[in-house]
Nanobody
Framework: QVPLSESGGGSAQAGGSLNLSCTSS????????MAWFRQAPGKEREGVAS?????STSYADSVKGRFTISRDQNNLSLEMNSLMPEDSAMYYC??????????????????????WGKGTQVTVSS
């Protein structure tokens, strides 16, 4: 297991920005796939963005052009711009040690196999 710890959540006005961070500890070699998920009350979990250790990224259509995922070794970031109220959710960092994000049917289908952080709340007001 790779302990993951998210930070940077909080409140923002619509149109504003927030930056989320996720730090990992316990491994000295690169985690293969890292990703952000989110879940709002009463809604299904959504895979927001992912990044492989080679830098390949993918984004949900709902955040393309507004969010940017990046990583520095095994630390993960999510820059969120042009925030909308529908971005309000608990945001979770997730990691898969050995398989790439694109492996098989993709990282979103393997959420239950990934290691998760405890989450950080993002609230966007209109």
């Amino acid at each position: 297991q790779v302990p993951l710890s998210e930070s940077g959540g909080g409140s923002a006005q619509a149109g504003g920005s927030l930056n989320l961070s996720c730090t990992s500890s316990g491994f000295s070699y690169p985690i293969s796939c890292m990703a952000w998920f989110r879940q709002a009350p009463g809604k299904e979990r959504e895979g927001v963005a992912s990044v492989d250790k080679d830098g390949s990224t993918s984004y949900a259509d709902s955040v393309k052009g507004r969010f940017t995922i990046s990583r520095d070794q095994n630390n993960l970031s999510l820059e969120m711009n042009s925030l909308m109220p529908e971005d309000s959710a608990m945001y979770y960092c997730a990691a898969e040690l050995f398989r790439t994000c694109s492996y098989g049917s993709g990282w979103r289908t393997r959420a239950h196999e990934m290691t998760w952080g405890k989450g950080t709340q993002v609230t966007v007001s209109s």
